[in-house]
């Protein structure tokens, strides 16, 4: 990944400068906000995609710039949302804006976010874009409030989790790629490569974030481990071992998804039965799949400094340990 950052280097550079001034409003305090979540780190990989892909597709214009900024709002307005739903203290290592100013200032700054967000497509009038984005912001919601309602429970099927990450994750992946490819005038074919490269992207990217939940170190994943079991996440390496576990081990994954607040020596119970039924390899074999589905997409373009970037893309999310 740091070959892409070096790549874009730039890019990013401007993205920044744009991400400040397009922060408009006369309310000082939501600029606060925004300028803490925004610069608390992070790879910017969705915007860097925005910006890979429409290159890719020859656009030769400026606009890209504010749409990877748009991209990038609309993830910090989910994130300042999913904050407040999960209470979380911390994120990247720093604590949450919820944590600092409140959970109704989270709410209606992340609110503020997707507002603006849509304000600035409106003066870049590209009707395209606009029904791309409105689409993905619906399903973004969708699969937050179908996480909400399977929360801590057992019952839950690998297809629901596949559906939950695919809409609050994967979707504002394949968004981006796409809005790269509208920038690009491409046809409907390469549209749909990179929307499909996009979405594959961003399904690796989910399970490698489940399994960092059970196996990262606090200081490498910036949030503590077992997040998603106190928070009663129901994810793919704990479905796969509730599908083989006896019922007595059932009733233990279901007490601690339900207890909230869980031990250093539980969280250990829940992830010796994981290892116990090859939760975490299952997992990591599935973002496997999911990343070779990505590359096979990019193959379908000629070679060129951006599709070199783009590939590389999916080995970093194997690799990765935050």
């Not at 129901?234 to 607040?261: C, D, F, M, S, Y």
């Not at 590389?312 to 999310?317: A, D, T, V």
Request: some cysteine; aromatic content about 8%; charged content about 30%.
């Amino acid at each position: 990944m740091e070959k892409v950052l070096k790549f874009v280097e730039e890019d990013l550079k401007r993205l920044e400068e744009s991400i400040e001034k397009l922060v408009t409003t006369r309310v000082g305090f939501i600029k606060e906000i925004v300028n803490y979540i925004i610069k608390a780190g992070g790879k910017r990989i969705r915007p860097i995609l925005v910006i890979l892909c429409s290159k890719m597709c020859g656009y030769k214009g400026e606009k890209y710039i504010t749409y990877a900024a748009i991209v990038e709002f609309i993830h910090t307005a989910t994130l300042l949302h999913d904050d407040v739903v999960d209470n979380a203290k911390t994120r990247r290592g720093t604590s949450t804006a919820n944590t600092i100013w409140g959970n109704e200032a989270s709410v209606l700054v992340g609110d503020f976010l997707y507002a603006k967000s849509f304000e600035l497509m409106g003066e870049e009038d590209n009707l395209e874009i606009v029904k791309v984005m409105a689409r993905t912001t619906k399903l973004l919601s969708e699969g937050e409030i179908l996480e909400l309602v399977k929360t801590s429970d057992i019952t839950t099927k690998e297809e629901e989790y596949f559906e939950i990450i695919g809409n609050k994750t994967a979707i504002l992946f394949s968004a981006a790629c796409e809005i790269g490819s509208i920038l690009g005038k491409a046809d409907p074919d390469t549209r749909g490569f990179l929307k499909d490269f996009g979405y594959n992207l961003g399904m690796a990217f989910q399970l490698t974030d489940d399994i960092l939940d059970y196996t990262s170190y606090d200081e490498v994943f910036g949030k503590k481990i077992g997040t998603d079991l106190k928070e009663g996440k129901v994810t793919l390496p704990l479905i796969h071992a509730i599908g083989q576990a006896t019922e007595k081990e059932k009733k233990l994954i279901e007490r601690l998804l339900n207890k909230g607040n869980i031990t250093a020596k539980e969280f250990s119970k829940a992830f010796d039965l994981i290892s116990k039924y090859g939760g975490i390899e299952y997992t990591s074999e599935k973002a496997r799949i999911f990343t070779e589905k990505a590359k096979t997409s990019i193959m379908q373009f000629p070679p060129s400094p951006y599709r070199e970037a783009l590939l590389s893309i999916p080995e970093h999310i194997l690799s990765r340990r935050a």
